[in-house]
Structures are given as structure tokens and as C-alpha cells.
């Protein structure tokens, strides 16, 4: 393996990489289905398809895939962003292993960042229902901080000119094998897939974040 020793910021995904996807599964897949069969007065798994068949319309390349308040006006329902976030904050955990793998990461010296497609309303409902806010130095929604979505170089391009660093002085890591592996390394990030299923081997595939922790220690 390649030495890691230009290694000065560590990225990470946020929903499924930090945090459980429970959360904003059940925004998208429960919540918005269930003010739409109300307000259209069909059953539950009727609106569960209706409203996936116009999600995948969209596609999750796009910004309005991530904006709730669009999709609460496309349906025209009846609740704020607020509400209907609120209603599942009670799903927002954190993976278990997280804690102890930011702070031995934080105690290497390096510095932690979050870079998520998600949509600032989300990320900051979920870092103030956690204790793990502290340990990064900066948080980035891509959709809400540079109307981009991480399909491309240009917002990793941002990210690394906002900490004031080299694509080669970063790392990434995230369950995303597109978003959060392939186009990274692009720019020349050392980017890791967050496989948390245990069905893919690689050099640089990790199964939780201890193991990614461990690999960079190797790799000093």
C-alpha cells in the first residue's frame, strides 16, 4: 500500500457511513408516504409506490432528489419540513464503532470533516441529536452549502479549497460506491468504500469504520 503520510483531513459521508440510515429512510419512504395517502386517500402501500415511481423520476444525481420542501409542494401536503423531521428524530443513531474511531482518529492528528449530499436541515437535526458534532472541524452539505451533488469533481474540488488543502492531503470514506469512491479518486482523493454488508473485499474496501481507522495506521 501506498503511505499515507501527506494525509491531512479525513472526509465522511454522513447517512450510512456516521450515522444509521434508519432516519432518513423513514422520512423518504415512511413519512412523505403516509401525508400523501391522507391527503389523496389511498392506502399506504399505494402511496409508497406512487411516490417512489416519482422519486425515481427525479434521480438522486439531481438536488430536488435531497430537498424535502420540494416534495412536501410537488404532493402538496399539509406539513412543514420541520414536522415531518421531527416526527423521526427518534430513528437518528449513530453506528456504534463511530465514536471510538473519530476520537483515536482526531487523537492521530488528523482533521475530521463530513461531506453528505444530505440537506443542511437534515444533517443539523441529526449532529445535535448526537455527540459527535465536536469532532469535526467542518460540516458540508453539498446541496445546501454549493448546489451540488457528489457526482461529479467540482464539489470535492470545493471542499479541498475550503480546508485549504491538496485532493492528495484528503481522504474519503462512504457507503456510496459512485458518490463516495470512484469519484473522489478522480481528483486524486485516497478514497476508501464503506461496505457495511461484509459482501465486498478490497484494498480499499472496510467494513465499519475501526477498520478504516486501522487500514490508515498501517498504511503511516
Not at 440510515?21 to 409508497?48: Q, T
Not at 427525479?58 to 409542494?73: A, M, P, T
Amino acid at each position: 500500500m501506498r503511505k499515507m503520510d501527506s494525509a491531512r483531513v479525513i472526509s465522511f459521508d454522513l447517512d450510512g457511513t456516521v450515522t444509521d440510515i434508519s432516519f432518513v429512510d423513514s422520512v423518504w419512504l415512511e413519512g412523505i408516504p403516509r401525508l400523501y395517502a391522507l391527503k389523496n386517500r389511498v392506502s399506504l402501500e399505494d402511496a409508497k409506490r406512487e411516490v417512489r415511481k416519482e422519486y425515481d423520476k427525479v434521480g438522486r444525481e439531481k438536488l430536488e432528489w435531497y430537498d424535502l420542501s420540494y416534495w412536501i409542494k410537488k404532493f402538496g401536503l399539509s406539513a412543514s419540513t420541520e414536522e415531518v423531521l421531527r416526527s423521526f428524530e427518534d430513528k437518528i443513531r449513530v453506528f456504534e464503532e463511530v465514536p471510538r474511531a473519530l476520537k483515536e482518529l482526531k487523537r492521530r492528528g488528523f482533521k475530521l470533516i463530513i461531506v453528505t449530499n444530505a440537506r443542511r436541515e437534515f444533517v443539523d437535526m441529526e449532529l445535535a441529536q448526537l455527540e459527535i458534532r465536536d469532532y469535526f472541524e467542518h460540516v458540508f452539505s453539498s446541496t445546501s452549502d454549493f448546489g451540488l451533488v457528489k457526482k461529479a469533481t467540482d464539489l470535492y474540488e470545493k471542499v479541498c479549497a475550503a480546508c485549504e488543502i491538496f485532493p492528495s492531503e484528503m481522504v474519503h470514506v462512504g457507503d456510496d460506491r459512485y458518490f463516495d469512491f470512484e469519484v473522489p479518486k478522480k481528483l486524486g482523493i485516497r478514497a476508501f468504500y464503506l461496505d457495511r454488508t461484509g459482501s465486498q473485499q478490497g484494498e480499499f474496501v472496510v467494513h465499519n469504520l475501526e477498520e478504516f481507522s486501522k487500514k490508515l495506521f498501517f498504511e503511516r
